[in-house]
């Protein structure tokens, strides 16, 4: 795979649908699923210890990316915090008709709360639309990285990387 990552910071679409961690169309019809958004080709294998359904491999050698079995992938999420690029996500385009919920790695304080009101980020950082707060998990285990889930319009719910919540963002501007 060429990465022009490398000349941008940024993954491109192409870029990202071509790593192992990227589910099929097929895969994201059935639920929630994880998406590895990883690239690098470093010595990492936290994710794969992380899994409880085994559904992460590493072929080859520690510094291959990771491999996503999305037939064992239960999208529970558990794989997210342990992943020091926070490149984790887990995806489910299915939650509702118009809704779908991203499940994604956060770093920050205050954590946000459920029902908050975010302002959705892309890869690049860009805004991209707004989204709500639907759950908040935290765990000693987790090493301070939090695990955020957000209902997104389901047209977002692949682009979606971060985001912003909407009362710092008003703080910010005022």
């Not at 941008?8 to 679409?13: A, E, H, M, Q, R």
């Given at each position: 795979m060429?990465?022009?990552c490398?000349k ?6 192409e ?14 019809r059935?639920?929630p ?9 470093i ?15 590493i ?5 291959n990316?990771?491999?996503l079995d ?25 939650f509702?008709?118009?809704e ?10 205050p954590?946000?709360e459920?029902?908050?009101?975010v ?6 950082g ?7 707060v ?12 939090a695990v ?10 692949l682009e ?7 009362q ?5 501007d005022?």
């Open positions: 060429k990465k022009t490398s941008t910071g940024v993954l491109s679409d870029e990202l649908k071509a790593i192992p961690g990227f589910p099929s169309e097929e895969a994201l059935k639920g699923v994880a998406i590895i958004k990883c690239a690098e080709e010595p990492c294998n936290p994710c794969v210890e992380a899994c409880p359904k085994g559904a992460i491999a072929e080859g050698g520690i510094n990316l990771p491999i999305f037939e064992k992938c239960s999208g529970c999420g558990l794989c997210i915090p342990s992943c020091p690029g926070l490149a984790i996500f887990v995806v489910d385009v299915t509702l008709e118009t779908g919920l991203v499940k994604l790695p956060y770093e920050f304080l954590l946000p459920e029902g908050d009101r302002m959705l980020m892309d890869r690049e860009k805004e991209i639309g707004e989204g709500t639907h759950g908040v998990f935290t765990s000693r285990r987790f090493d301070h990285t955020i889930t957000i209902r997104v319009p389901k047209d977002l719910a979606v990387n971060h985001f912003r919540r909407l710092d963002k008003e703080k910010s005022g």
